[in-house]
């Protein structure tokens, strides 16, 4: 039972993975660093190519995550390739995407383990149902957000905490330590508002006298020196800058300076009333429920909640920056779903609770496979460029533009098949020399003939998205350019159909099927 569990956590990662391979511009960061890692390795000689020395970005970020994760990646698509599973940058992008799920799937099972032996087996196997019917916690888990780097220590922390006897009042002391210097060790490296959780955590510690004052003091102090070197030295030489602490500077950027304002304000009330439920679900009143039938979960409640009335004072808010106590309450829900289904179904009420927890899960299920299906059509830019090489993969020298718009939209670094470089493993295609731009404000020559692909105006689950064009030129010499760019059109037909798009290819009269790339919102 517990492997059908873990394996369903795993399963559950690989399919968001699978049914949404690509990625969008907040990923690209540590996504690329990942791809130059992988390429070239992190030898002085090669550091210039990489990518962050074009575009960085607006404040730099740690490269520890992304060396980690090319380093593991490595020997699987070395296994990969031995099996012919791998044999395309997108299928790389694809097993690196797999080996981050797989990260923070081990860290959901830890914490599954935990449940089973405090709340028991039953509760475990409700966590695990509840968290695979959510929608953004599975999705999100396979991709290289800071945030999703610095889930898995966070979670390893929670494990560290909560695995005890059901009846037991104190972690381990030792068990305490791990989870301290973990807190410690993500707020400093990958993400800095890990310290808003760090401290209800601590403050809760002390008073119910899990730790000493001393003993927190010195392990806060050790583990924070020891992960400010090991980021400064690491991100000093990546980013070819010295001194440089990443987290830090963001604080400096974002916090001091106010400019995380940049990308827009949210109420106050904001993540209790809009970002939280939208995470949870049907969780958020299961947990709720939970929280008042067991002290237990009480008080493994009060530092998440506290955490996120913390975190509330800052003006950005966005839904991943609290995603890290999503598995906290869900623990909470899963004993509050427990409850519902263990009443006895003898009479009216246990049959209804029952019923209830059920209808519940179906809700989650049914609101999950909305957002997905929404989700696989949010990602034109990669959807397009895998189209193109695709259509013109037996023609040499190709020089492919990448507007704005498609790099944020999928257009990877992985996703450059016809143009070195390429993992040892993988065998690289003949057509190999093609050229691709990310420059801005570039647009066509006069001289070019011009063959435009439209997409039909995209209707998903009724709702009509904006339309999305791909303009590619032909030189006369026989050299390709491909532009994606927004077109921002809306559909003027009140029926909602649309006739099938084709592409013209000025002077020659030749049609063919249109390419597909489509925007909505998930």
Known sequence: MSFAMDLLLLATSWAHVLLAPYTKVEESFN????????????????????????????????????ILLAWLTSPVAYVASQWGLLSTKLDLQIAVRLVLATLNATGLMLIRRAVCRRFGRPTGLMYVLLICSQFHLPFWMGRTLPNMFALFPVNLAFYALYDRAPHSQYPARRSADVAFALLTFTAVVFRSEVVLLLAPLAIQALLLRHISFMRLIRIGFFSGVLSIVLTVTIDSYMWNQWPLWPEMYGIYFNVYQGKSSDWGTSPVHAYFLSHLPKLLLGSLPLAILGAISDNRVRALMYPPVLFIALISCLGHKEWRFIIYVVPLFNIAAARGAWWMVSRRKGGL??????????????????????????????????????????????????????????????????????????????????????????????????????????????????????????????????????????????????????????????????????????????
């Open 31 to 66: 996504l690329h660093a990942t791809h130059d890692v992988l390429m070239y390795g992190v030898g002085r000689n090669n550091l210039h190519k990489f990518d962050h020395n074009t575009f960085s970005g607006a404040v730099p970020r740690t490269f520890i995550g992304s």
């Open 349 to 522: 009420f246990g049959r209804m609770m029952f019923l209830a927890a059920m209808g519940i899960l179906a809700l989650n299920c049914a609101i999950t496979i909305v957002s997905t299906r929404a989700s696989m059509a949010n990602y034109p830019g990669g959807s397009a460029l895998v189209t193109f090489n695709d259509q013109y993969a037996d023609q040499h020298a190709v020089q492919v533009h990448i507007s704005n718009l498609a790099a944020q939209t999928g257009a990877s670094l992985f996703l450059q098949s016809h143009s070195p470089p390429y993992i040892p493993s993988m065998t690289a295609p003949a057509t190999n020399d093609w050229v691709y731009n990310k420059t801005e404000s570039l647009s066509p020559t006069r001289s070019y003939n011009i063959n435009t692909v439209y997409s039909p105006h995209c209707r998903v689950f009724g709702r009509v998205h904006r339309d999305w064009s791909m303009e590619v030129s032909r030189q006369r010499a026989g050299v390709l350019k491909m532009e994606v760019e927004h077109s921002a059109r809306r559909h003027r037909q009140g029926s909602g159909s649309s006739p099938p798009s084709v592409v013209k290819r000025v002077g020659d009269g030749d049609e063919r099927p249109a390419l597909y790339t489509r925007e909505s919102g998930s």
